[in-house]
């Protein structure tokens, strides 16, 4: 049974930072793709951020380019979320997302792809 924990959300100014952490357990976390998607009121869950199993690869949404970071430190089985020059459109609950399958060098940012933890809401206010 996988399990997928969040942490470090709440309330931003525009402008601010914040960081959010996940850790997962049930298998060996180095083996597996991470990433985190957030879903905005009234809108679908829409992929951020993914990262491969060793750290090598990222992808990342057009909308969090330049502004959001994803890392990983394998060793304490958790992926970060660095979020900068937050925007009052960045309001969302972000979910991290463990691959199901092992990595085997293409990131996916199918949702259908991962399992995810219960989420943790961030809010950006102006």
């Known amino acids: 049974q996988v399990q997928v924990v969040e942490s470090g959300g709440g309330l931003v100014q525009a402008g601010g930072s914040l960081r959010l952490s996940c850790t997962a357990s049930?298998?060996?976390?180095?083996?597996?793709?991470m990433g985190w998607f957030r879903q905005a009121p009234g809108k679908e869950r829409e992929f951020v951020a993914a990262?491969?199993?060793?750290?090598?690869?990222?992808d990342y949404a057009d909308s969090v380019k330049g502004r959001f970071a994803i890392s990983r430190d394998n060793a304490k089985n958790t992926v970060y979320l660095q979020m900068n020059s937050l925007k009052l459109e960045d309001t969302a609950v972000y979910y991290c997302?463990?691959?199901?399958?092992?990595?085997?060098?293409?990131?996916?940012?199918?949702?259908?792809?991962?399992?995810w933890g219960q989420g943790t809401e961030v809010t950006v206010s102006s």
């Open positions: 997302a463990a691959e199901k399958s092992p990595f085997r060098g293409v990131l996916t940012t199918t949702p259908e792809n991962y399992y």
């Open positions: 049930g298998r060996t976390f180095g083996n597996y793709a």
């Open positions: 990262m491969s199993s060793a750290g090598r690869i990222t």
